[in-house]
């Protein structure tokens, strides 16, 4: 169905114990996840269902495009590659700067 296909992504979250320092609780406070504290990360997986990158990790506030700009995972797209993600990601603008595409999929 995407033939050219590199990979889909998607954010991860991993609940975490209340950090006792309101700045890191701030930091990991996440709405998406009812009110809890995570840490979040982005992982891409290919066609075939092999994790072929995984970013660094970040608290819960941090959003979907967030990763996909500071993450690194940009310096992994190449030309005419195709990204799958759910609709929620917004990265269309990001990967046609570097002549790449995206397709959303359904969650």
Known sequence: ?????????DCSEVFTETPTALDVA????????????TI????A???RGAVSW?????GGRASDIHFVRESGFLNQIERN???????????REELL???????????
């Not at 701030?26 to 504290?37: I, N, P, V």
């Not at 995984?54 to 970040?58: G, K, L, Q, R, W």
């Not at 993600?85 to 990265?91: L, S």
Request: aromatic share 12%; net charge positive.
């Open 1 to 9: 169905m995407y033939p050219k296909c590199r990979v889909t992504i």
């Open 26 to 37: 701030a930091a990991l406070w996440s709405e998406y996840t009812e009110q809890h504290h």
């Open 40 to 43: 979040k990360f982005l992982v």
């Open 45 to 47: 997986i290919t066609p």
């Open 54 to 58: 995984v970013s660094p990790v970040y």
């Open 81 to 91: 590659d195709l990204v799958l993600a759910y609709r929620g990601f917004k990265i």
């Open 97 to 107: 700067t570097m002549g790449a595409h995206h397709a959303n999929v359904c969650q």
